[in-house]
């Protein structure tokens, strides 16, 4: 499977793990976290700068790097992940675990996600507070995210970047799920510009043209279309997932136009 990914989506490298006899979304999450801590701690050379999004599936990775596993490794936020409601997110405690474990420090991003105004947006993007951070995400070696489904239990609804009714909306408009917060549709393809424009962070373009090697973590059948979104839009060149996804994909046409 892993072969037939590769070879079908134009991929570096994919690593599938076996669901076993569960198909708990948990468990599926746990497993495929573990295989990217695994696919990290085993890189030679250790990457020197890693640009993370967050979220559940990243935070469990971070839980599985052992000490000492890299020296010398910084960690930059990509995407804003300041909460806008009493749901605090563990984006910048999962950033300092990784950098921590590896012997090196973080660099926070301190704004949200999903901003009100584009104007704001622009208006932050020219801090040097911001401005810097993103600069340097731009230059890193390694990108790890995963990608988020369709569901009003995101990470993005828990932390008041959006509520249900955006949900629900974007699912009319098409939209599959979000990567660092940007809704795609099946092909990858940005749904709502105005959306987009209140969106802080590296744009997906970025990770597309970037020499850098970039890492999606992906589980769970509720996240199937984002996951076949994802590696037809070549956002990611390495993808970590269960073995249910990876049916699911293979099982897909082969080429998708952009």
Request: charged fraction near 20%.
């Given at each position: 499977?892993?072969?037939?990914?590769?070879?079908?989506?134009?991929?570096?490298?994919?690593?599938?793990v076996?669901a076993?006899?569960?198909?708990?979304?948990?468990h599926?999450?746990?497993?495929?976290?573990?295989?990217?801590?695994?696919?990290?701690m085993?890189?030679?050379?250790?990457?020197?700068?890693?640009?993370?999004?967050?979220g559940?599936?990243?935070?469990?990775?971070?839980g599985?790097?052992r000490?000492?596993?890299?020296?010398?490794?910084?960690?930059v936020?990509?995407?804003?992940?300041?909460?806008?409601?009493?749901?605090?997110?563990?984006?910048?405690?999962?950033?300092?675990?990784?950098?921590?474990?590896?012997?090196?420090?973080?660099?926070?991003?301190?704004?949200?996600?999903?901003?009100?105004?584009?104007?704001?947006?622009?208006?932050?993007?020219n801090?040097?507070?911001?401005?810097?951070?993103?600069?340097?995400?731009?230059?890193?070696?390694?990108?790890?995210?995963?990608?988020?489904?369709?569901?009003?239990?995101s990470v993005?609804?828990?932390?008041?970047?959006?509520?249900?009714?955006?949900?629900?909306?974007?699912?009319?408009?098409?939209a599959?799920?979000?990567?660092?917060?940007?809704f795609?549709?099946?092909?990858?393809?940005?749904?709502?510009?105005?959306?987009?424009?209140?969106?802080?962070?590296?744009?997906?373009?970025?990770?597309?043209s970037?020499?850098?090697?970039?890492?999606?973590?992906?589980?769970?059948?509720?996240?199937?279309?984002?996951?076949?979104?994802?590696?037809?839009?070549?956002?990611?060149?390495?993808?970590?997932?269960?073995?249910?996804?990876?049916?699911?994909?293979?099982?897909?046409?082969?080429?998708?136009?952009?």
């Amino acid at each position: 499977m892993e072969r037939s990914l590769v070879e079908r989506f134009g991929l570096r490298a994919a690593i599938v793990v076996a669901a076993g006899s569960s198909t708990d979304p948990e468990h599926l999450r746990e497993r495929v976290a573990m295989a990217g801590a695994e696919y990290l701690m085993a890189m030679r050379p250790s990457p020197r700068l890693i640009g993370v999004s967050w979220g559940r599936t990243l935070d469990r990775l971070a839980g599985g790097l052992r000490p000492g596993w890299a020296k010398g490794v910084n960690v930059v936020q990509i995407n804003g992940a300041h909460s806008r409601s009493r749901q605090p997110t563990t984006a910048h405690s999962m950033a300092n675990v990784i950098a921590h474990h590896g012997g090196g420090t973080a660099t926070l991003l301190p704004a949200p996600a999903i901003l009100e105004q584009s104007s704001t947006r622009a208006v932050l993007e020219n801090d040097r507070a911001v401005a810097d951070v993103l600069a340097l995400a731009a230059r890193a070696d390694l990108f790890l995210f995963s990608p988020g489904g369709m569901s009003s239990d995101s990470v993005l609804v828990d932390s008041g970047q959006i509520d249900a009714g955006d949900i629900a909306r974007l699912a009319a408009a098409g939209a599959v799920g979000d990567v660092l917060g940007r809704f795609v549709d099946a092909r990858g393809r940005i749904v709502d510009a105005d959306l987009d424009g209140r969106t802080l962070g590296l744009s997906l373009d970025v990770l597309r043209s970037a020499a850098a090697t970039t890492v999606a973590l992906v589980s769970g059948e509720a996240k199937h279309e984002v996951c076949r979104a994802v590696v037809v839009s070549h956002v990611c060149d390495v993808l970590i997932t269960d073995e249910p996804s990876a049916a699911y994909l293979l099982g897909t046409p082969a080429k998708e136009g952009m």
